[in-house]
């Protein structure tokens, strides 16, 4: 069964833009989280989604926002880029909520 | 959320098991022990997972002691592959505010040839 997938795989922006990534869940997997993975902070958690609702969110400003679709994937928006955006950008997929989470290979974000 | 507390650093040499420890004093009745691990610039891999008994995977062993305030992952035959940052984390997953994976600073595994 092929994991989790996530594109793009880097991208670089410059500050005031806005960014999309998106992630592909493993096939069957209800639920999608995303994480936020820097030197600094660690890996903190953004958002989870299910039945194209999110259902929990993490610690951070609305300019972080994300979507789940009726296919179970799901992408996550970040406007008016900031330079302490870049960092790596994990998506995590579930059966269900609740469930063990399969992490994505990353989008490695780079602000400038 | 219970914290969890790691060693920052321990080796082990190829072949032996690997040992790591955690302790979660205050893990509450319906809080599930995670471990995850990360290997260099990529997605944190899910190991296993447990409440109160002991757990075993093709992966690796889960000992949680009896009053549930420490546990221990064992890879029975250490490779040079097991290199990673291993993450011991506490999870409820009946409460939306405490489901999400909280990562910690984890333990730096490295295997030695």
New interface residues.
């Given amino acids: 069964k092929a994991g ?1 997938t996530q594109t793009p795989r880097y991208l670089i922006k410059t500050r005031g833009q806005q960014v999309t990534l998106s992630c592909s869940p493993i096939s069957g997997h209800r639920s999608v ?1 995303w ?1 936020q993975q820097t030197p600094g902070q ?4 953004l958002f ?1 989604y299910f039945s194209e609702t999110q ?2 969110k ?1 610690n951070f400003p609305g300019r972080f926002s994300g979507r789940q679709f009726s296919n179970s994937r799901s992408e996550m928006n970040v406007s008016t880029l900031e330079l302490g955006d870049s960092a ?1 950008y ?1 998506c ?1 997929s579930s059966v269900e ?10 989008t490695r974000l780079t602000v400038t | 959320d219970a914290k969890t507390t790691q060693p920052p650093s321990m080796d082990c040499a190829e072949g032996r098991a690997a040992n790591l420890p955690c302790n979660h004093s205050t893990i509450s009745g319906n809080e599930y022990v995670y471990w995850y691990r990360q290997i260099h610039s990529q997605g944190p891999q899910y190991i296993i997972h447990g409440l109160k008994n002991n757990e075993t995977n093709e992966m690796a062993s889960l000992i949680i002691t009896e009053d549930r305030k420490s546990s221990t992952l064992i890879l029975p035959h250490a490779t040079l592959r097991d290199t990673a940052v291993y993450y011991c984390i506490v999870r409820s997953i009946l409460d939306t505010g405490r489901r999400a994976l909280t990562f910690g600073s984890g333990t730096r595994l490295q295997v030695q040839p």
């Fill in positions: 989790v989280s994480y660690g890996l903190q958690f989870e259902r929990n993490g790596l994990l995590a909520m609740g469930y063990e989470q399969y992490f994505g290979p990353g």
